[in-house]
């Protein structure tokens, strides 16, 4: 039997009534099972009127307005209902609410109004989605799981359970759209309205919470439990991505010059752009774009620029699965399907997380260094019985399938781009190309600030060094990053060496005066050179008798090679020049453009030369022009010497004999506009016999021709015995008027060095000069 007694005034301390006013009820089972799914307990209308009355009269906040009022079933808070099928004394919970509560049927529980606090009101609620009964085929190959449109089960949810007081880890039954979902509480939030010992302004996060009152300002989300294959949540209110916020993919506290990568600004933005930005966004907005996340990159270009070091930091600012790191020929294996199997292994775990997560697993990173070791063009290679060709099919299956993953970013690195399967590096696959090259002022500016904080904040530097990097910035010109790394290295050597002595290794080293000084870092600058383009001394020693203006004529040349040095550097409309210098035999053409290569200033500086090709096949050769000329495109301002053009080509006049691979390699890379936008080529082209080459189309390949003479003017064979010889004017107007035939520049300059050898006290004698003059044939 129920007794009951009055409901005393409410205890304002505790927000609720007392024990006194309290209903013991036995736990019944529900009239129906169709009530299971309101999350409702349910009274007699005796009772139920009872309670309603008591709260009315009391002092407490009003009834709820949500269909009945709240009452506590032991330490649970629901909301009431009556129902003529319960008796008097029976208070009934469906199966859900007894498992959470640990109820059984022939319990009794004391049953009393609840006032909910103010303090009680969700900013946030998390609820976790599955199906109430599990399915074994849901999720599997050929039966996908069923989508769930988190905004229209949010707006279902609101109707069905708005005013209900929530407690972490509760479960309750909803049937939404004809499917049974079973749904538990999460994470939750309550709201700091500034009451209630709040202390704030009212409107923020108080925090977590283990209970409160879900309401319609209440912002809901929706996540899948761990292992469910059924379901597939979307839209808006999946929790982690909300209509206006983002997903966050990237770590919040991260700076790639911490991770030691420097000169890397353009492409970190290209790489963002392309691969993470749709990353960002919540899964139903790329899906209402109709996209899919970009699921490869290939990082590509000159040794030493940072392409491992880029795709191993990356995995360290993104909120994602630890990166799995390969080399290419670590996949291939002797057994049959070996190869293939370690592909798959590498997906493995990202096929697993995608099945069960979906649109919101993490985001899996493989890096796949040395690329074309098992990504060449499918064919080309013919003595590894098909292996390569198989681990490419492999590789597209994964990436871009018929089941194909969008929770994969594959990253691969290469030196020789030409080399990958072309089916690799279409849309969808690798699709964004990053071309790493060598870095710019500014780039070599912070790679050389990276390697020398470390110095700098132990003070093992000095400040002249810091204060002058810019000047080092611009003296490494054409330098990689790696190559500016051994820059340091050499002056630190310097340094340490400095401090070590060496006749007695024995005493220990001077550490107190270990200080690298600006002048360790000009020494290093003679131990590392960079790979690409010519060192200044290779060019220096092509005019090392002397470089001497002999004239108005020689003036005009080099004026109007300097203006087009200077067309090539600042004009956009000028991505390629070509120039031609033609003259006799020892005119000075080579030095000419040695000097004007040295002089120009450009980052990259190549030279090809006969000397450098001697006993190279025809293809040798063409594979090595091509290559100087693929390393000239990966710069932006690049300058390129072909020198003896008629040596090159192995043109003799007997026959006439010349080489028609090497010719036809010439014509058309002489011709071929640097690829990328905003790099610019200069060639210079020398030669002996022009009017040979004409018939051959060399000529008519270059842009300008600038022709180059003998000297024949005494006035200018004065000019250059008095520089480079020392002459008296008067003994150099002699000699002068003397030599009656052209004679070279070359000739005149190595004919003065020969009668130094002959003369007393390094005065050249004019008598002297002209007997070497004669022993040359002149």
């Known amino acids: 039997m129920v007794v009951w007694e009055p409901f005393p005034e409410r205890d304002k301390k505790n927000q609720t009534m007392s024990k006194k006013g309290a209903v013991v009820l036995q736990v019944g089972n529900l009239p129906s099972n169709r009530l299971a799914l309101t999350n409702r307990v349910y009274l007699s209308?005796?009772?139920?009127?009872?309670?309603?009355?008591?709260?009315?009269?009391?002092?407490?906040?009003?009834?709820?307005?949500?269909?009945?009022?709240?009452?506590?079933?032991?330490?649970?808070?629901?909301?009431?209902?009556?129902?003529?099928?319960?008796?008097?004394?029976?208070?009934?919970?469906?199966?859900?609410?007894?498992?959470?509560?640990?109820?059984?049927?022939?319990?009794?529980?004391?049953?009393?109004?609840?006032?909910?606090?103010?303090?009680?009101?969700?900013?946030?609620?998390?609820?976790?989605?599955?199906?109430?009964?599990?399915?074994?085929?849901?999720?599997?190959?050929?039966?996908?799981?069923?989508?769930?449109?988190?905004?229209?089960?949010?707006?279902?949810?609101?109707?069905?359970?708005?005013?209900?007081?929530?407690?972490?880890?509760?479960?309750?039954?909803?049937?939404?759209?004809?499917?049974?979902?079973?749904?538990?509480?999460?994470?939750?939030?309550?709201?700091?309205?500034?009451?209630?010992?709040?202390?704030?302004?009212?409107?923020?996060?108080?925090?977590?919470?283990?209970?409160?009152?879900?309401?319609?300002?209440?912002?809901?989300?929706?996540?899948?439990?761990?292992?469910?294959?059924?379901?597939?949540?979307?839209?808006?209110?999946?929790?982690?991505?909300?209509?206006?916020?983002?997903?966050?993919?990237?770590?919040?506290?991260?700076?790639?010059?911490?991770?030691?990568?420097?000169?890397?600004?353009?492409?970190?933005?290209?790489?963002?752009?392309?691969?993470?930005?749709?990353?960002?966004?919540?899964?139903?907005?790329?899906?209402?774009?109709?996209?899919?996340?970009?699921?490869?990159?290939?990082?590509?270009?000159?040794?030493?620029?940072?392409?491992?070091?880029?795709?191993?930091?990356?995995?360290?600012?993104?909120?994602?699965?630890?990166?799995?790191?390969?080399?290419?020929?670590?996949?291939?294996?002797?057994?049959?399907?070996?190869?293939?199997?370690?592909?798959?292994?590498?997906?493995?775990?990202?096929?697993?997380?995608?099945?069960?997560?979906?649109?919101?697993?993490?985001?899996?990173?493989?890096?796949?260094?040395?690329?074309?070791?098992?990504?060449?063009?499918?064919?080309?290679?013919?003595?590894?019985?098909?292996?390569?060709?198989?681990?490419?099919?492999?590789?597209?299956?994964?990436i871009d399938g018929v089941d194909s993953l969008n929770n994969i970013l594959l990253i691969g690195m290469t030196n020789r781009k030409d080399m990958i399967d072309d089916a690799l590096l279409r849309p969808g696959r690798l699709e964004v190309h990053v071309e790493i090259g060598l870095p710019d002022h500014k780039g070599r500016l912070q790679i050389l600030g990276i390697h020398t904080k470390s110095m700098s904040e132990s003070k093992r530097i000095t400040p002249e060094v810091m204060e002058r990097l810019g000047e080092l910035s611009e003296k490494t010109k054409n330098f990689s990053g790696a190559e500016i790394?051994?820059?340091?290295?050499?002056?630190?050597?310097?340094?340490?060496?400095?401090?070590?002595?060496?006749?007695?290794?024995?005493?220990?080293?001077?550490?107190?005066?270990?200080?690298?000084?600006?002048?360790?870092?000009?020494?290093?600058?003679?131990?590392?050179?960079?790979?690409?383009?010519?060192?200044?001394?290779?060019?220096?020693?092509?005019?090392?008798?002397?470089?001497?203006?002999?004239?108005?004529?020689?003036?005009?040349l080099m004026g109007n090679m300097e203006r087009l040095v200077e067309q090539v550097r600042t004009s956009e409309k000028t991505p390629l020049m070509s120039v031609l210098l033609q003259g006799p035999p020892a005119s000075g053409k080579t030095a000419m453009a040695a000097k004007v290569a040295v002089e120009s200033g450009f980052p990259f500086v190549r030279m090809i030369s006969a000397d450098d090709m001697i006993g190279y096949s025809e293809m040798s050769k063409c594979q090595e022009i091509h290559r100087a000329f693929l390393d000239s495109y990966k710069s932006p301002l690049s300058l390129i010497f072909i020198d003896d053009i008629e040596r090159i080509i192995d043109y003799v006049a007997i026959g006439p004999r010349f080489s028609n691979v090497v010719l036809q390699t010439l014509l058309v890379l002489l011709k071929k506009v640097p690829p990328d936008y905003g790099r610019r080529l200069l060639i210079i082209g020398t030669t002996s016999c022009p009017h040979l080459l004409q018939d051959l189309g060399l000529v008519q390949a270059f842009g300008v021709n600038q022709g180059t003479s003998l000297l024949d003017d005494p006035m200018q064979i004065a000019e250059v015995l008095r520089v480079a010889a020392h002459l008296k004017e008067s003994d150099a107007e002699a000699i002068g008027n003397a030599i009656t035939k052209p004679i070279g520049i070359k000739t005149l300059l190595m004919v003065a060095e020969m009668a130094k050898q002959g003369s007393t006290g390094g005065a050249v004698n004019a008598s002297v000069f002209l007997e070497c003059l004669h022993t040359v044939g002149y």
């Not at 590894?384 to 060709?389: F, I, N, P, R």
């Not at 203006?549 to 020689?554: K, Q, V």
């Open 485 to 556: 790394e051994g820059l340091v290295k050499a002056a630190t050597s310097y340094a340490l060496t400095r401090c070590v002595d060496v006749k007695d290794l024995s005493k220990a080293p001077d550490d107190k005066n270990l200080i690298v000084g600006f002048d360790d870092f000009q020494r290093a600058l003679d131990d590392v050179s960079p790979k690409f383009g010519a060192k200044s001394s290779e060019l220096k020693a092509m005019y090392r008798n002397g470089f001497v203006p002999y004239g108005d004529s020689f003036d005009l």
């Open 45 to 398: 209308p005796k009772v139920h009127g009872y309670l309603v009355e008591a709260i009315a009269s009391s002092s407490s906040s009003p009834p709820s307005s949500y269909g009945g009022p709240l009452v506590s079933v032991g330490p649970h808070a629901y909301i009431a209902e009556g129902h003529a099928s319960v008796p008097d004394d029976k208070i009934a919970l469906n199966g859900l609410q007894r498992r959470f509560a640990q109820l059984s049927l022939a319990n009794k529980v004391e049953v009393r109004p609840f006032a909910v606090p103010a303090t009680f009101a969700l900013a946030t609620l998390e609820m976790s989605v599955d199906t109430l009964k599990k399915s074994t085929s849901g999720g599997e190959r050929g039966a996908p799981p069923r989508e769930v449109d988190t905004d229209r089960l949010a707006s279902d949810f609101l109707l069905n359970y708005e005013g209900h007081v929530f407690e972490k880890g509760q479960t309750l039954a909803m049937d939404f759209e004809g499917t049974m979902m079973e749904m538990q509480v999460g994470e939750m939030k309550q709201m700091d309205l500034g009451v209630a010992g709040g202390g704030g302004k009212g409107g923020g996060d108080v925090g977590a919470a283990r209970t409160g009152q879900f309401l319609a300002p209440t912002a809901l989300s929706f996540s899948r439990p761990q292992g469910c294959k059924s379901l597939s949540l979307v839209g808006s209110k999946v929790a982690g991505g909300s209509a206006g916020g983002a997903n966050t993919i990237f770590l919040s506290d991260f700076d790639f010059e911490k991770l030691g990568i420097g000169g890397l600004d353009a492409e970190f933005n290209q790489i963002f752009r392309r691969a993470f930005a749709s990353r960002i966004w919540p899964a139903h907005v790329i899906k209402q774009l109709g996209i899919n996340h970009v699921r490869g990159m290939l990082l590509f270009g000159p040794p030493g620029c940072g392409k491992t070091l880029i795709a191993r930091q990356i995995g360290k600012v993104l909120n994602a699965r630890e990166p799995k790191i390969v080399n290419g020929p670590e996949i291939l294996n002797k057994f049959v399907g070996g190869s293939e199997e370690k592909v798959r292994e590498l997906f493995a775990d990202a096929e697993k997380e995608q099945l069960e997560m979906g649109d919101h697993s993490m985001l899996h990173i493989i890096i796949l260094d040395e690329m074309d070791a098992i990504c060449k063009s499918r064919g080309a290679n013919r003595s590894d019985s098909g292996v390569s060709d198989s681990v490419v099919n492999q590789l597209l299956s994964k």
